[in-house]
């Protein structure tokens, strides 16, 4: 096997099907955000590839599924080890084609590797029940297995993490895997392949398909028509989510959603206002705005509106902008030219509305898709930067008065991913956190993710969870048995 010394070697262009690399002749091109330049050029996949990928998971899952569990989670740990131990590389690949800065992109790593290892472990605990029996001549028992062949569609803005949030689950339990990554980082999914073929995934247990524009939908149309694909999970927007679980709904496959969301960040006056600010900028500008769980809505008590203001305009004038390898950035480029266009566009509505900018409000005049770390005062509900989800540096702000004001303005949205709430009444950590109808509340931090916990939405913000051991659960079928004696 090659050394992995550099990025160079954990580029793969060519679609992962049943353990071999296929190429096409058709090729798209993956861009530097902070720069334009071309990194690579990857295969066109339509519905053959994916008909393909579909044909090897089929093949590849009853022997995967009656591997021991132990087996499996060995190979998903091993391969969260290589993860970790390719972290430098790998983290490079990633920012080349998602832009984040290099710390985030190797804080990315370390958490996509988490997922395989955390899924890994959870393998062998995946137990069914031993039911007290309806009548003296049997018995009962519940089992829980594998839903079969799944696919998974993720998103750019963890290329890593948001897929290893899927195949961890996935494979522990004994499904195999269809993936479909988002055209902007297809090159994160083919390395994180190449790491799993070194760990030992057998053919056919993990595939990739990729594919740019018009490819999606073809390739969308292939997943979610096929009978065999008994699930499918997506991350992406809530648009494109209710598409997909619609083309589900003539197979009845299972589906699981994680769609965007339009965060609350409550800021009450009894809070700590270095603390707060210091979730602020995890909450708003962790890859530069662009989470789902990002703060898009900064409300702030009215008496401690102006301190707030004023540390927040400082902290945030302090970060550096920059590629991702240049020295002490904190914020990089915006993935792509529609991604920038939707930030100008809901900066220049609230300027327009009457928002006050007091930083920033302009893309950087500088090779790349660089938007300024923006801050507006006198933010409203009624602008679309409030009804939105910006994906940017923007930090939005606006005011209340009272607990119930705020709690009523935080919900007024169908979104219901993540909400934020800074307060050291232990009353108030208890009223807004059950009050808030959100997947996840952040109370007194601005960062909430991790492997072992569950993550996701509510209303139009998905359905289900993962992460932890709730998320397992969306990648099995309870099936009873009863026995007569
Ligand atoms: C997302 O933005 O979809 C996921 C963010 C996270 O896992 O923290």
């Known amino acids: 096997m090659t050394t992995i010394a550099s990025w160079r070697d954990l580029l793969h262009t060519d679609a992962y099907l049943d353990g071999s690399w296929r190429a096409t002749t058709e090729r798209f091109a993956v861009d530097d955000p902070a720069t334009g330049e071309t990194v690579a050029e990857v295969a066109r996949c339509g519905a053959t590839e994916t008909g393909a990928a579909i044909a090897a998971a089929e093949q590849a899952q009853p022997a995967w599924a009656a591997m021991l569990a132990r087996e499996r989670g060995a190979v998903l740990r091993r391969w969260a080890a290589l993860l970790n131990e390719h972290a430098a590389p790998l983290a490079e690949l990633l920012c080349r084609e998602n832009g984040k800065p290099l710390a985030e992109g190797l804080g990315e790593v370390a958490y996509a590797a988490g997922f395989l290892d955390w899924f890994g472990e959870q393998a062998r605990r995946v137990d069914g029940s031993v039911i007290p029996t309806f009548a003296a001549d049997k018995r009962v028992v519940a089992l829980r297995q594998p839903v079969g062949v799944a696919a ?41 392949a190449a790491l799993g073929e070194r760990a030992g995934v057998p053919l056919g247990v993990f595939n990739v398909v990729t594919g740019a524009g018009g490819d999606a939908p073809v390739i969308g149309e292939a997943i979610t028509a096929s009978p065999v694909v008994r699930k499918l999970s997506f991350t992406g927007s809530t648009e ?25 960040f409550l800021v009450f006056d009894d809070a700590d206002l270095d603390a707060a600010v210091a979730g602020t900028l995890v909450a708003k500008f962790r890859n530069s705005g662009q989470t789902c769980v990002a ?61 006050a ?111 932890s051991q709730y998320g397992i659960e969306d990648w099995t079928e309870v099936k009873y048995l009863a026995i007569g004696l």
Request: overall charge neutral; some cysteine; glycine content about 12%.
């Open 152 to 192: 998974a569609i993720t998103p750019w803005n963890f290329p890593a993490a948001m897929l290893t949030r899927k195949i961890g689950p996935a494979l522990a339990v004994g499904c195999t895997l269809v993936a479909k990554p988002a055209e902007q980082t297809p090159l994160t999914a083919l390395a994180l």
């Open 240 to 264: 494109v989510g209710k598409l997909l679980a619609a083309r589900c709904a003539a197979t009845v496959k299972r589906v699981s959603l994680e769609l965007g969301g339009n965060a609350p």
């Open 295 to 355: 703060a898009n809505r900064i409300l702030v008590q009215r008496s401690v509106h102006d301190a707030y203001l004023e540390r927040l305009q400082a902290a945030i004038s302090a970060l550096a902008v920059g590629r991702f390898d240049e020295p002490g950035v904190a914020v990089g480029p915006l993935i792509d030219d529609a991604g920038l266009a939707k930030v100008r566009r809901l900066v220049d509505d609230a300027r327009a509305g009457g928002a």
């Open 357 to 467: 900018v007091l930083l920033g409000g302009e893309q950087l005049d500088r090779p790349g898709r660089f938007f300024a770390p923006t801050l507006l005062r006198d933010v409203d509900p009624a602008m679309s930067l409030s009804c939105e989800e910006a994906f940017g540096p923007v930090a939005a702000v606006g005011v209340f008065d009272t607990e119930e004001e705020a709690i009523l303005r935080a919900n007024d949205t169908r979104a219901g991913l993540a909400a934020y709430c800074y307060t050291r009444d232990v009353g108030r950590v208890w009223r807004v956190g059950e009050a808030l109808e959100y997947g996840m509340v952040g109370i007194n931090t601005g960062f909430i993710s991790s492997p072992e916990v569950p993550f996701g939405g509510v209303k139009e913000s998905g359905l289900g969870r993962e992460g």
